[in-house]
């Protein structure tokens, strides 16, 4: 049984910068690929990260620049680093693993950016 619990989430100014983290439960975080995903009120969720368990990145071009995954496979965690935060950020942040349809999920954090 996998479970992952985001935190990090916050109130912030634009400019400003927050690192949320995933923390996973189960023997096989190391063996999947990680994922970051948001969605924000009448959006679809989208991805914005995600790095392989080979250390390939992608990155959403909305955060391209500005934003950083990166994982601790001993710790079983995964982190976002999220710099120069925009309004436009503000969303419900979710953790992934294995992949959007199939993976597990985490029940999300809320990142609100005033301007």
């Known amino acids: 049984q996998v479970q992952l619990v985001e935190s990090g989430g916050g109130l912030v100014q634009a400019g400003e910068s927050l690192r949320l983290s995933c923390a996973a439960s189960?023997?096989?975080?190391?063996?999947?690929?990680v994922s970051w995903y948001r969605q924000s009120p009448r959006k679809e969720r989208e991805m914005i990260a995600t790095?392989?368990?080979?250390?390939?990145?992608n990155y959403a071009d909305s955060v391209k620049g500005r934003f950083a995954i990166s994982r601790d496979n001993a710790n079983k965690m995964a982190y976002l680093t999220m710099n120069s935060l925009k309004p436009e950020d503000t969303a419900v942040y979710y953790c992934?693993?294995?992949?959007?349809?199939?993976?597990?999920w985490g029940q999300g954090t809320q990142v609100t950016v005033s301007s």
């Open positions: 790095l392989s368990n080979h250390g390939t990145t």
């Open positions: 992934n693993l294995g992949s959007k349809d199939a993976g597990y």
């Open positions: 189960g023997s096989i975080f190391g063996s999947l690929g």
